[in-house]
């Protein structure tokens, strides 16, 4: 099938990667032409990501800024970013730019093509903002063109490997017609299909890691409880996960999720939540407590050391490992902290230390072993290699569970 892939970041580079490994012919487009011809060259990619560069010089993909040239398609997957304000009001400027340049560029076609979002968006968005966008110019959804709604899981750094081997394909379709194109791009993936309306499947995806990120915020409970009574919360999320209701996965407490969904998803929940005039009390304490966690570091430090004039060092500065991805990283938020409160900072992560001296500049970029040669020391982000470092005499608060830091001399974990 030809598919027009709109939006060249993480989600859609990934996306329109794999479907062409699937054997699509694949157009990405992207108004960053910066970014086109960044692509184009197949290194030094916008983003990092394990197997991409690899996958991306064995498929061939067509690249443009201009939408004319992805007119023709069968599919307009549309993947550009949505971003939710601190209320939580999701901000879809950009989908309704890309769907009114979609409508332009299909205006003269007589033949049937099939719009689906795959942006994250409240539920109603498809339905009640992309539709109408898309008619204006008097084509019919259902008749003239079809419309899904095709949300994506992909986690950060498994990317490639979680769109080839889905846990399953949500397609919500404005009608069978639509949701039977969408059915077909997606042949050769092994995993089972959920058709659905489009508000449900929309509905699905928000619930979906409003449910991980509840499942973290409550293992970081039940960490703050047991930090306070001696137990060790690893211990415990290790006895309860072997209950196969429960399972091992997302019970690792520490400073809490940052990244550029989780945070986000929750507050479009709630927002959308509250819109149907529904206090999600449960949902906003799950968000809380992720805020609070995020200082914990700080305040286990300053039981230490006094942070006026102290140099801390920092260890892992991404959301989390394999990614230099720092969006809603917890080191932004600690980092902050520490120079307003009259603290040095050093810092140290294999990937993401440019992006993040990008925003702080003030942050000195140290190596790993520089690092630890500080007043104290913050972990941040569980890279194995900090595994393997040397930790003997120092004062460290591990906010993600390194095994090897417990050497040493004053050794605090936020949970355990
Ligand atoms: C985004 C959303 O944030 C996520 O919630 C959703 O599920 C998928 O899309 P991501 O791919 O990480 O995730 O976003 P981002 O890296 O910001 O990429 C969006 C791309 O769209 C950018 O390259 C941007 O230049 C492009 N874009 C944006 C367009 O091509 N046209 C526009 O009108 C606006
Ligand atoms: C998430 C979802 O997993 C994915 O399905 C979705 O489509 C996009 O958002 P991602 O943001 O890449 O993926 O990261 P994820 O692996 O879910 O981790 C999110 C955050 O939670 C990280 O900051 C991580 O450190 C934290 N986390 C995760 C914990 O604190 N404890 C855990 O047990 C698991």
Known sequence: ??????????????????????????????????????????????????????????????????????ASADVFLICV?????????????????????????????QDYYVVAVKSTVSPGTTEEVVIPIL?????????????????????????????????????????????????RLHRGLDAPVLRTGLSTAEMIKLASNAFLATKISYINEIGNICKRLGIDTYDVARGMGLDDRIG?????????????????????LISS???????PDLLQSVTDLNEAQALKPVELLEKHISLKGATVGILGLSFKPGTDDIRDSRAIRIVRVLLDEGAAVKAYDPLALGKFLELFPEVKAATAEEVVDSDAVLILTEWAEFDKLDYRGRIVIDGRRIEKAREARIYEGVCW
Do not use: W
């Not at 009001?89 to 950009?94: D, K, L, M, P, V």
């Open 135 to 183: 008619e204006k110019a008097g084509k019919k959804a259902g008749v003239d063109f079809g419309v899904c709604m095709t949300p994506e899981f992909l986690t950060e750094g498994r990317g490639i490997y979680n769109f080839m081997n889905p846990n399953r394909i949500i397609i919500g379709e404005y009608d069978k017609r639509s949701g039977d194109v969408l059915e």
């Open 273 to 279: 939540a509250q819109k149907a005039d529904y206090q």
């Open 81 to 109: 970013g949505t971003t939710a304000d601190e209320s939580g009001a999701i901000f879809s400027r950009h989908l309704v730019t890309a769907t009114g340049q979609i409508a332009a560029a299909v205006k003269d076609r």
């Open 1 to 70: 099938m030809k598919v027009s892939v709109i939006g060249a970041g993480y989600v859609g580079l990934i996306s329109g990667a794999c479907l062409a490994e699937l054997g699509h012919d694949i157009i990405l487009v992207d108004v960053d032409k910066e970014k086109i011809a960044t692509i184009n060259t197949g290194k030094n990619l916008p983003i990092y990501e394990e197997g991409l560069e690899e996958l991306l010089s064995r498929v061939h993909i067509k690249t443009s800024s201009d939408y004319a040239e992805a």
């Open 248 to 268: 091992q996965k997302f019970l690792n407490a520490g400073i809490g999720f940052g990244g550029s969904c989780l945070p986000k998803d929750l507050k479009i």
